[in-house]
């Protein structure tokens, strides 16, 4: 099997165009089944309702972030060893990885659900979404496994060249998912909890297509001493596994903080905001697929000294960026209304959330060059900026919610927004700068 994508050869823009477009589709399905939970949630059951659910998104984020992005740091080893053709080297990775990924899914797991009531109530989530709040986190938490062994799986599949299991497998579980959706909500009456078994379903089908085609895999049968101890591999995955792992967790506990401040408002505020958070995560996707596919045309040609094509890519992937800020955010400025009464039912919901699409929607290009920069940055082999520009984010996002929010009101969450991605955007860019020229400085501009 030989489905490594070389990308320090060949026209700049044909092959990140090729990189990007598998990767987007898979994205755009997983934010598809996202969208359609939070429709069928909304207007199957109730706005309280959704916003139970939408008030777990950024402890979701902390718990389920936290694991993407450890095995996320896996999958770098992992390619790291298939790239040099030591297969046995691949096995112990891959090995170890998963009895890393276990360790880490029992601990996250008793976390999640030991926490889940004290930080509902330390967010001052309004009573009237506390209980389904409860039963929907608590399945979610529950079912860690199904969501960690698709992002390992799939990772995997990534890291030795194949992105296209991952995405047969998130169209399979994306239909599946909204279609038990629709059943047990509407058919059989179950609450928010048939809703996080759907979704659990959903993501433990697409963790065993993934595993069955890994199976399958000529040089990935495993022996029982694959899975024998070795620190130093143990360590090489922490290490890069950790850095990622952190800043996801540091955006979750910012956007936990916000949500403690919205939710004091009451529970329109609750529900406009998780609305809000769907749409931003599923209008910033083609730019954030552009950030991962820019990392990796990045990591190639700067170990190959090719710093010209480093320019090449980071222009084509902003004028992603830029096509992306034209359509989606044109989208999010023109018909906020008309999105927001897609998943919402009440007036003052839906008249909140338009709010914060409009002004989320011109400031959008912020937030997508912050991805191509940020991912310039980490492909380049310096991941301390783009840690710091997600403690930066955290740092400007929390004392202007606290001075807005009373003042301005809802609209403050958007300006919040705003004035976090412009200051990580600028670190991203000032250490884009440095690296680059810097790089210029010991290789001569080799291209």
């Not at 659990?200 to 085609?213: D, E, P, R, W, Y």
């Not at 929010?405 to 990580?424: Q, Y």
Request: positive net charge.
């Amino acid at each position: 099997m030989d489905n490594t994508n070389d990308l320090t050869k060949g026209k700049v823009s044909a092959r990140l165009l090729g990189f990007f477009f598998p990767m987007l589709l898979t994205n755009l399905f997983q934010q598809v089944y996202s969208i359609a939970d939070t429709a069928i949630i909304g207007k199957g059951l109730s706005d309280n309702s959704l916003g139970a659910v939408g008030n777990l998104s950024s402890l979701s984020l902390l718990i389920i972030g936290f694991s993407m992005g450890m095995t996320g740091g896996f999958s770098v080893i992992i390619a790291q060893n298939y790239g040099a053709g030591d297969m046995k080297a691949v096995r112990k990775s891959i090995a170890l990885s998963v009895k890393l990924s276990v360790i880490m899914t029992v601990l996250l797991t008793a976390i999640g659900c030991t926490f889940l009531k004290p930080v509902l109530f330390a967010m001052r989530t309004d009573q009237t979404l506390i209980t389904d709040g409860l039963k929907y986190g608590y399945i979610i938490m529950g079912g860690l496994a199904a969501t960690v062994a698709y992002n390992l799986c799939s990772s995997i599949l990534r890291s030795l060249g194949d992105s296209r299991t991952p995405f047969i497998a998130i169209i399979i579980s994306s239909a599946v998912n909204i279609t038990l959706d629709y059943l047990l909500i509407f058919v059989f009456h179950t609450g928010v909890e048939g809703a996080a078994a759907a979704t659990i379903f959903a993501q433990a089908l697409s963790a065993f297509i993934c595993f069955i085609k890994i199976k399958h895999i000529s040089g990935l049968q495993f022996g029982k001493e694959d899975f024998d101890r070795d620190r130093e591999m143990y360590m090489l995955l922490l290490k890069n596994g950790m850095p990622m792992a952190l800043m996801n967790s540091i955006t979750a506990l910012g956007c936990m903080v916000v949500q403690r401040y919205v939710n004091d408002c009451g529970a329109a505020f609750t529900s406009a905001y998780s609305v809000c958070s769907k749409y931003l995560n599923l209008f910033m996707l083609p730019s954030l697929t552009a950030g991962f596919a820019v990392s990796a045309f990045v990591s190639q040609n700067y170990g190959a000294g090719k710093t010209e094509r480093i320019r090449q890519g980071v222009r084509v992937c902003g004028a992603i960026a830029l096509i992306s800020y034209l359509l989606l955010g044109s989208v999010m400025l023109l018909l906020p209304k008309q999105l927001a009464g897609f998943m919402l039912n009440k007036h003052e919901t839906i008249s909140l959330t338009a709010q914060y699409l409009r002004i989320c929607g011109i400031g959008l290009i912020l937030l997508n060059m912050l991805f191509v920069y940020r991912n310039v940055v980490q492909g380049m082999g310096h991941p301390f900026i783009p840690m710091l520009s997600g403690i930066v984010e955290m740092v400007l996002r929390i004392p202007a919610i606290i001075l807005l929010l009373p003042s301005i009101g809802f609209e403050a969450t958007a300006f919040a927004e705003w004035i976090a991605w412009i200051g990580a955007l600028l670190l991203n860019v000032v250490g884009f700068k440095h690296y680059i020229y810097r790089t210029n400085s010991n290789v001569g501009g080799q291209k």
